[in-house]
């Protein structure tokens, strides 16, 4: 972990990371109730929002589209990702260098690890090679830190999401990014896991506005400092105002209710 507060991808010591790797995680079928977000400009416009700290993308469509908003929007370049397609054990290939990532204008790093799949040594090792590149360019480093596998039934449980906190301190990430363990005190656990590591929560399914408020206000109010989102922004017809109640419950700490009403 090395310091990231004056990094751009933190705001007031949080980060709120707008994710569209989805066609290639999930493939097509993520877009199919808004078609129009096939279009990445689309998002990309949705992240120039004061509230968005970094857009994450993976490299192909950092290298079509981020030319035209390297002004307003701060790159996290994803180095690795797997299809929905592939239907093996939990992996994750590596599909782009640190060295092309800066050269693509990245502002930080993200890497996808498996912890407790059976290609949890390979995929460690690779994060190894990415996060110690990274450090010779200062890009802070982002770990989809998602333990899943064979032997792990359930990966959203609160002893499994403080060890992928802990995981991502370990291993030298910057920020984890991690799913919500279901309740405040679970994620008070795994933060406090996770040392002087930034954690933020992994955005999930698309839920109601009050829903995923509430869940975001819990998060903050257990200490995480912020979120790594696509789906629950990006599928709403109204990104835009989701945005500016997040805003106001990530950085103003406001209840969900009053960012709510706030923005009606
Ligand atoms: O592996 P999963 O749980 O299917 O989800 C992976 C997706 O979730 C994210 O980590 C976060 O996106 P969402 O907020 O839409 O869940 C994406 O970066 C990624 O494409």
């Not at 309740?183 to 795994?190: L, P, V």
């Amino acid at each position: 972990m090395i310091p990231i507060d004056d990094s751009p991808i933190v705001r007031d010591g949080k980060s709120l990371i707008l994710a569209m790797d989805h066609g290639l995680e999930h493939g097509p079928v993520d877009f199919e109730d808004v078609p129009e977000k096939l279009d990445p400009s689309t998002v990309f416009e949705t992240a120039t929002h004061d509230a968005v700290t970094a857009m994450a993308v993976q490299k192909g469509i950092a290298e079509g589209y981020y030319p035209s908003y390297e002004d307003d929007v701060n790159l996290l370049l994803k180095l690795n990702g797997t299809s929905n397609l592939w239907m093996g054990e939990p992996d994750s290939a590596v599909n782009c260098s640190v060295d092309y990532a800066a050269e693509l204008g990245a502002d930080a790093l993200g890497f996808t690890v498996y912890g407790g799949s059976n290609h949890e040594i390979e995929m460690v090792e690779e994060f190894r090679d990415a996060q110690e590149k990274g450090r010779e360019y200062d890009l802070p480093m982002v770990m989809w830190s998602y333990p899943r596998g064979q032997g792990l039934k359930n990966d959203t449980k609160p002893s499994t999401i403080s060890y992928a906190t802990r995981l991502a301190l370990e291993l030298g990430a910057d920020i984890a990014k991690v799913k919500y363990p279901g309740s405040k005190d679970a994620m008070a656990h795994a933060v406090k896991c996770a040392g002087d590591m930034k954690v933020v929560m992994s955005g999930g399914s698309k839920t109601s506005d009050y829903e995923f408020l509430s869940t975001v206000e819990a998060v903050i109010d257990a200490g995480a400092k912020g979120l790594a989102v696509g789906r629950n922004v990006w599928q709403r017809e109204d990104p835009t105002r989701l945005l500016d109640a997040l805003e106001k419950v990530i950085y103003e700490e406001e209840t969900a209710d009053a960012a709510l009403e706030a923005t009606e």
